[in-house]
């Protein structure tokens, strides 16, 4: 859709400059003001939500290099290790892996996340980019990334280590007791060399 506005747009500026007598009447006004402002406006807003689109895709989280190593911890065989756990047996979408545990944080969420994002871009173009193992969490984990798709799932709600004390899944709901305090193995990057890998 964009490159069919772009074509247009560069139609129409190519009529104005070769007869700008076109522009003296107010329809020729008008004429000019939608392939100079309203088409590359449109075009830049379809290409934008075009590539915030693509960035949710988990192979344009992978492509970048110093999230190769998260990427390979997908693969980990370890039913107890959350992320491989999830992705292996489709317990998210596999192709937005990524954006589906991580919204909350990354470039696809409110404002100051996309701001992070962009810092992102700048670090990887003109910072220092941390290795894998060092990358952290800008803040604790939020529950409601894990409860967004287990609140309601009987796996989780009639769970014996969930329900052994009536505080603990109000806790747990409420996000004053993490999911990271039981299901502490996420990537792990730093130990990749002593895994198993599941090939699929």
């Known amino acids: 859709m964009a490159p069919l506005l772009i074509g ?11 007869r700008p007598e076109l522009t003296r009447a107010r329809g020729g006004r008008i004429l000019a003001f939608f392939p100079l402002f309203m088409l590359p406006a449109a075009a830049g807003a379809i290409g934008g939500y075009a590539h915030l689109e693509g960035s949710k895709q988990t192979r344009f989280c992978l492509s970048c290099h110093v999230m190769t190593d998260y990427g390979k911890s997908l ?17 998210i979408p596999t192709e937005e892996a990524c954006y589906t545990c991580h919204t909350s944080y990354t470039m696809y969420g409110d404002v100051t996340s996309k701001l992070r994002g962009l810092r992102h871009v700048y ?4 910072g220092k980019v941390p290795a894998p193992s060092d990358i952290k969490l800008y803040s604790r984990y939020n529950n409601r990334e894990c409860l967004h798709c287990h609140e309601g799932a009987r796996s989780f709600e009639a769970n014996e280590v969930h329900n052994a004390d009536p505080t603990v899944m109000a806790a747990i709901k409420s996000n004053e007791t993490s999911c990271m305090t039981c299901h502490s193995d996420v990537h792990d ?12």
């Open 123 to 126: 670090v990887y173009y003109l």
């Open 189 to 200: 990057v730093g130990k990749l060399g002593e895994r198993k890998f599941w090939k699929p």
């Open 8 to 18: 247009i747009t560069m139609a129409f500026v190519l009529l104005i400059v070769i």
């Open 75 to 91: 693969q980990i065989d370890d039913p107890s290790f959350i992320p491989a756990a999830h992705f292996q047996n489709h317990r």
